[in-house]
Nanobody, 122 residues
Framework: QVQLQESGGGVVQAGGSLRLACVASKRTFNTYSMGWFRRAPGKGRDFIAAVRPSGERTNYADSVKGRFTISRDTAKNTVYLQMDKLTPEDTAVYYC???????????????WGQGTQVTVSS
């Protein structure tokens, strides 16, 4: 199994930036696609971004295109989510996930982190 651990969440003012990181426990992390999802209070888990093992192909939810960037560092077994131009609507718990193929569907991922809270104030 792959263990995932998110970090980098916090409180930021609207218009600010945060950089989330997700560290995987296994080197086989490099064979997985990785996704970022978020869940606002009282709502379901929504797709944010995904990246293939090579890092060459990425895709994003429309709500974050041009603001968020997903990337990965093979040597560190880590995937990142750079979040810029944050708005209060971005407030949520953010989760990283690992799966065999990139997908916008949460149920297709095999492993999940515990989440990290992001709060954007107005």
């Amino acid at each position: 199994q792959v263990q995932l651990q998110e970090s980098g969440g916090g409180v930021v003012q609207a218009g600010g930036s945060l950089r989330l990181a997700c560290v995987a426990s296994k080197r086989t992390f490099n064979t997985y696609s990785m996704g970022w999802f978020r869940r606002a209070p009282g709502k379901g888990r929504d797709f944010i971004a995904a990246v293939r093992p090579s890092g060459e192909r990425t895709n994003y939810a429309d709500s974050v295109k041009g603001r968020f960037t997903i990337s990965r560092d093979t040597a560190k077994n880590t995937v990142y989510l750079q979040m810029d131009k944050l708005t209060p609507e971005d407030t949520a718990v953010y989760y990283c996930a690992a799966g065999f193929d990139p997908s916008e569907v949460a149920g297709l991922y095999d492993y999940w982190g515990q989440g990290t809270q992001v709060t954007v104030s107005s």
